[in-house]
Nanobody
């Protein structure tokens, strides 16, 4: 059974930092693109960041560019999201996702329908 399990969420003051982790089990994702999405109450899910299979290429949404950084450790079958300078508008449930196709292209995906596996989410709350 394939699972993606997020951790690291919590309550933080504006301007603070958090590091989200996503550990995969049930299969390796070392040759798959992965990403982070978020969904705030009453809003649609939105793309946050994506990373290619090797980590050589990344893409961040404009709303988080310069503050958030996606990275991965294929040896640990894990992906991370370092979040700095957090703002109240970053409050949301954050989801880890993995594309199901093995590919050695440095492609990064930013649409939800391009991801086949999803975690259960971790809550991030930023107080102003």
């Amino acid at each position: 059974q394939v699972q993606l399990v997020e951790s690291g969420g919590g309550l933080v003051q504006a301007g603070g930092s958090l590091r989200l982790s996503c550990a995969a089990s049930g299969r390796t994702f070392s040759t798959n693109a992965m990403g982070w999405f978020r969904q705030a109450p009453g809003k649609e899910r939105e793309f946050v960041a994506g990373i290619s299979w090797s980590g050589g290429r990344t893409y961040h949404a404009d709303s988080v560019k310069g503050r958030f950084t996606i990275s991965r450790d294929n040896a640990k079958n894990s992906v991370y999201l370092q979040m700095n300078s957090l703002k109240a508008e970053d409050t949301a449930v954050y989801y880890c996702a993995a594309n199901g196709r093995t590919s050695y292209s440095e492609r990064v995906y930013y649409r939800g329908q391009e991801y086949d596996y999803w975690g259960q989410g971790t809550q991030v709350t930023v107080s102003s």
